[in-house]
């Protein structure tokens, strides 16, 4: 069974996920923000977990920066988008430089995919959904065959897709499109064309505040209405 825990952490609070099976107890790291340390403890000495790949749902450094440090421990793969490059190489366009310190990925040091893509971790295809917007290579995670879960007087499980949504969509709003290579009619469009065509019961995991569903998305995030008179 495949089940998600959220750690947060950070300046900007980021939610940092564990998608793991709890049968093999293998593990998929989304975002690894902040707290490398932290992030290994909660692995190894309370989810007791074994992870296999890092993936990141944008470059900015309030979800990049533990993960060197988090790959060369567990010695696995970080995998981004390849229209993130010059955000990850970069300390002024993946925000680093305004904290005062100096946080990259430069080619080489991870993997990449393109929109379209198909990942097999967990047992499980996870199609990548490229979601320009909040960044040029800003992208999703979308798991068709997900989380199960057995709601109360029901004979059998039933299986909820799963959105990583990274900072595109968020709980009835979206990320911010005022930094560097930014585009607010980038971002409705990716919202309405490729999120919010997932069926009703997805459940979405953001990279910041709380977990939504694409139902309610489809009701009250304003990128709908922004949508209807801009695209």
Not at 21 to 45: G, K, L, M, S
Not at 116 to 133: A, F, I, S
Not at 164 to 188: C, H, N, P, W
């Amino acid at each position: 069974m495949l089940k998600v825990s959220k750690y947060v952490t950070g300046v900007v609070q980021t939610n940092v996920y564990f998608c793991y099976d709890d049968e093999t107890r293998a593990c998929v790291i989304i975002d690894p923000a902040a707290n490398a340390p932290h992030i290994i403890r909660i692995i190894e000495e309370e989810l007791h977990l074994k992870p296999e790949a890092i993936l990141l749902t944008h470059g900015h450094f309030d979800h990049i920066m533990a993960a060197k440090d988090v790959a060369q421990h567990f010695g696995i793969k970080i995998f981004a988008c390849a229209d993130e490059a010059e955000t990850l190489a970069d300390p002024k366009r993946n925000l680093s430089g305004n904290f005062g310190v100096e946080v990259t990925l430069q080619p080489g040091e991870y993997e990449t995919f393109r929109d379209g893509d198909t990942l097999h971790h967990l047992g499980r295809e996870w199609k990548v959904l490229e979601t320009p917007g909040h960044t040029p290579g800003s992208c999703c995670f979308y798991i068709a065959d997900g989380l199960s879960f057995q709601p109360e007087g029901a004979t059998e499980p039933k299986i909820y897709p799963v959105l990583f949504s990274g900072d595109t969509l968020f709980k009835e709003s979206f990320g911010r499109t005022d930094f560097t290579g930014g585009s607010q009619e980038a971002i409705v469009k990716s919202i309405v064309e490729k999120l919010l065509v997932l069926p009703a019961d997805t459940s979405v995991f953001p990279g910041h505040e709380a977990q939504s569903s694409i139902g309610n998305e489809q009701k009250y995030n304003p990128a709908v209405f922004l949508g209807r008179v801009n695209l």
